[in-house]
Each structure stands twice: as C-alpha cells, then as structure tokens.
C-alpha cells in the first residue's frame, strides 16, 4: 500500500516576521486536505511565533547540533528546537554538507539526538551533477544513505528526502525514470538498513518541485511526498502541491 504523502516546506534563510501571515494561510490550506501530511521549515526565529499561531499544523527547523548543550556558539540542540516549538527538523541538507562540511557521521549523530529528543528527522541525500554524469548517482546517494542512516531508525519519526544537489534551486528535475530509478535504489537499501518496515519510512523528493510538476514526480512509485525550497515561500505557489499530492 502507498505511503501516505508528506509534504514539507524547506523556507531556508528566507522569513522576516512579515511572512509569518505566509504560514497561516499555507495552515489553512493544509487543514482541508486532510489526506496528506503538510509542514513548514521556517528559519529558527520564526518557530515558536509558527507554531503558537498554528497550533495543528506541523512547524519544523532546517538543522540542529548533535550535542546536547555546550560550547557550540550558533548552535542549537534538538531539546531547544522542541522547547521552541518545532516537531521535526531536516538534517543534512546538501547547503549544510557544501556550506559547513556535514558528514555522513555527522547526520547520522544529529538523527540519533533528535530522536532522543522526541523530535522527528528528514535525512537529505543526493548527488552532484559530476557524480551524475559519472554514473555514480545510486552508488554516491546510496552511501550517503547507510552513512547517514541512525541505529534507531523508525518510519514513525524518520523521512529521506532524496534531492539531487543539481536539480536544487536551478528549475531543472530529473528525468522521470531516473527519480523511479534512485527511489527504488533507496527503498532497497532501506530494507537492507532495517528489515523489516523499511517500507513505511517515505521518502520524498525535492529539487525544483512545483505546481506544474509536482503530480507527475509525485506518482512515481516510491516518491513518498516532496521537499520544497523556492515553491513553498507562498500559498499560492504551495497550494497546488499539496492539492496535487491529495490527488495522488
Ligand atoms: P528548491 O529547494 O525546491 O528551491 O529546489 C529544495 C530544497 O533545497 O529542499
């Protein structure tokens, strides 16, 4: 049986105050399509305003440190990100792997404080468009993957988003076959990680995923729902993704 679809919104550093109407009327959205799952990322200074003003609809972070508390000036543990109202974050997200040199052991660190800290995870993995034109995507997302992947893992708290690092932000996807290709790939190696209900963790795509393209990505087998930069800014962007993933 199909996943039931997860959408989620990655706002990166992008959210003043002002945007904070942006959220609600995405919640609004959201809460007439009872049959997928919809949340936002906002940047950390957002969250609580987020999540007090919207009380049923899931607010999440975009990071967080593996630690507990301690001398990690700028970061904030996953205790913090709950205290502040946030449900679930992403972690390794191809901008934190680049941009601050994330490892695999790194992620999977992160996954194993959020879980302890009673928050959910979406785990990034991707390749870059070398690895692509070498014919290392699956191998390269798969590693990343079993890198990644923590000890405690349960569909219950944990989402892979599967976002090939050249497709993010640039308007270009992948061809269809290719997504049903590395989702399948990813399924496999979830079920080599977990045995058994490796088939109920969903695994969602992102990368340049918007209203004209979202159904046709959306039922491909294995695309579990989507991870959403540019488009989930706005509700009129947002909207027709969440209702095209209902339709699915
Ligand atoms: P994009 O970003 O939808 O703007 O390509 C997706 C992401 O980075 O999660």
Redesign the pocket.
Known sequence: MANRKYI?G?W?MNGMQAQLSDIAHIAAIAAKHGGVDVGICPPITLITAAANANPDFAIGAQDCHFNEKGAHTGNVSAAMLKEAGATYT?LG???RRADHGESDADVKAKAEAVHAAGLGAII?VGETEEERDAGQAVAVVTGQLAGSFPDSANADWLTI?Y?PVW?????RVPEISDVEEMHGAIRAKLGELMGEGSDAVRIQY?????GGNAAELLAVPNVDG???????LNAEKFGPIIEAAEAT
């Open positions: 989620v990655n990166k992403i997200h191809s901008e990034c988003a976002e497709a993010i932000g640039t308007g992102g990368g340049s995923m918007n989507g991870l959403v930069g540019g488009a989930s």
